[in-house]
């Protein structure tokens, strides 16, 4: 296609508008059947991750617990205080990383409870199913991605 100062523009494919419809293949799946189908092993999953979580809580715990100088670490008044920092933030790390697992748990002990509710795969805000995929990915997932997105993070 030749444009006004007489030079050549490669030939692009028009871009398909919004409204244009995709082409959808005639394939339906039953979702809620997908996921009953699903459920026994997203219980399996979130039960091993609640169990692996609660033994790196339990860990957590024990180096908390473990007093510094158990630890080998110097806690003399000659210790620089950038070395006082670093353990310090050591130390926040963990209580971060426990909080967080901890919160997880929670989330799993309430996806574990929907299950049981018959409530589980259908979002808390507005009842939307969540997609199958995302459950697999996420098994304590509770809303779908537009809620979630929607929601403050903790």
């Known amino acids: 296609m030749a ?15 919004p ?6 293949k005639d394939v339906t799946i039953d979702t809620p059947t997908a996921l009953r189908e699903r459920i026994p092993a997203l219980r399996a999953k979130l039960l091993a991750l609640r169990d692996e979580l609660r033994r790196e809580i339990a860990a957590t715990a024990r180096d908390l617990a473990t007093p510094p100088e158990d630890r080998g670490e110097d806690l003399t008044a000659s210790q620089h205080p950038a070395d006082v920092a670093s353990d310090l933030e050591l130390r926040e790390d963990l209580v971060a990383g426990e909080l967080k697992h901890e919160r997880e748990v929670r989330e799993i002990d309430a996806a574990l409870a929907r299950m049981d509710a018959k409530t589980y795969g259908s979002c808390v805000d507005c009842g939307a199913p969540i997609p199958l995929e995302r459950l697999e990915v996420r098994p304590q997932a509770s809303r779908d991605v537009g809620c979630q997105r929607r929601t403050p993070r903790p």
């Open 3 to 17: 444009l006004c100062d007489g030079t050549e523009r490669p030939f692009h494919a028009p871009r398909r508008s």
């Open 19 to 24: 409204e244009t419809p995709r082409e959808v």
